[in-house]
């Protein structure tokens, strides 16, 4: 299931090399994961052949990990939202922002180099339940969170994902480049960032399209 998550839908082959066992006996664990509900299989066709099986996560699956108490979040969210209005809410999730902020420039001490700042940016989310990983890629870096424990506070209200941009493009410094390239609020399996050194002439108002 730790596979299913962080690498997204597999072959019973492929998870069984990743396991270092054979195909069939990765095949029989997702049997009776099957079986329990969190995971299923659909056919899919790969080049020339016949279509394989892939597995992937189910919705009991996903919630197996982590939620960050949710249902409370979701609870506070719209309250605030009625009682205080969405301007109140605005308010505390920029506090937040602030907060988290602070938390990784602490962690970004003594980093050089932009490698560095990515790789001690992934530490910081993954301790936070993200379950980040990060690659180079061309001139820059992909950083790939997994899993988002804040994912039902971040549906009912975009300034979540609005902040946690902004967030990262401060704390890895000026002169870098931050996009988001898959986004799971509008139904991507996970949330995940490009980012790379600003090309000259550009500035932050020209970045494209924000997802």
Partial sequence: ??????????????????????????????MKLGVEGLVEAHSEVRGIGRPVQVWSLTE???????????????????????QLGESALD????????????????????ARGLRARVERLAGARTREGYMAEWWAEGDGYILVENHCPICVAASMCQGFCRTELETFREVLGEGVEVERIEHLITGDRRCAYRISPRRSGTNRGSRGKQR
């Fill in 91 to 110: 308010r505390l999730i920029d506090a937040k922002a602030e907060e988290s902020k602070a938390g990784y420039m602490e962690a970004m001490r003594g």
């Fill in 1 to 30: 299931m730790m596979l299913l998550k962080t690498r997204g839908p597999q072959t019973s082959g492929e998870l069984g090399e990743l396991l270092g066992t054979t195909g069939e006996a990765a095949r029989q664990q997702l």
């Fill in 60 to 82: 009991a699956g996903n919630a197996k990990f982590p939620d960050a108490h949710a249902e409370l979040a979701g609870f506070f969210i719209r309250s605030i939202r009625e």
